[in-house]
């Protein structure tokens, strides 16, 4: 195992982070009981130019999936507006993440702002469902837009990582037709995945996040 010196601004910590980037070094995860696996936003190369762009849509009870999946298409709408492809899957949990593939020349200090203001605006057009608000008292019945995971630090969950849960649901990327059709049949089921259903999905429509690595887009100017 190789390791890359990782000191955030944010936390002023100094530590040393490993490189997963090839077969052996994921069966080395698996060993150690790694089940959950969570990049940083950069790469090795880079870590302060993040990679993506995330927002993280989380649901308070009684608000569940399917909100998240309603407030990720009202999101859409917007990253659409503004230019920009957007790719969704799910948290593995009870949310969805939506996921901007950048051109790595942003950095920490225009992505957090960018999404702030997204969250900002989606809470203000429909305060009965969103809140951008941090507070959990704020966050009752709605579903949070998490922006403040755009920050040198913060980790997301991979996609097809399974979660150390007592049934390992798989945070599975999704196409947009299929939170649409959730949304449409009021049915959640359609948006979890188990392992097992995550390779099927594989076999049928390849790696649906492959485009994330490649597509390469700058967020807009205000």
């Known amino acids: 195992m190789h390791t890359v010196t990782f000191h955030p601004e944010r936390s002023g910590k100094v530590f040393e982070v490993v490189v997963i980037d090839d077969v ?9 009981g790694g089940i959950e696996l969570h990049p940083y936003l950069g790469t090795v190369d880079a870590l302060d130019h993040p990679s993506i762009a995330v927002f993280d849509l989380d649901p308070r009870s009684p608000a569940g999936l399917l909100e998240a999946a309603r407030v990720a298409q009202l999101l859409r709408e917007v990253l659409d507006d503004a230019g920009l492809r957007s790719f969704p899957k799910s948290s593995g949990r009870r949310g969805i993440h939506v996921v901007i593939p950048l051109d790595a020349m942003d950095t920490f200090a225009t992505t957090k702002p960018f999404a702030r203001t997204v969250a900002r605006a989606l809470a203000r057009e429909h305060p009965e469902l969103v809140t951008d608000m941090m507070t959990k008292h704020d966050r009752h019945g709605k579903v949070f837009v998490d922006w403040s995971q755009n920050d040198a630090g913060k980790s997301t969950v991979a996609p097809y990582s399974l979660r150390g849960l007592e049934v390992p649901t798989a945070s599975t990327p999704l196409r947009w037709d299929e939170i649409d059709a959730a949304v449409d049949d009021g049915d959640a089921r359609q948006l979890w995945h188990t392992a097992d259903e995550v390779l099927e999905r594989v076999e049928a429509f390849g790696d649906l996040h492959a485009d ?8 807009p100017v205000e």
């Open 24 to 32: 052996a070094s994921l069966l080395w995860a698996a060993q150690i």
């Open 212 to 219: 994330v690595l490649t597509i390469r887009q700058r967020l």
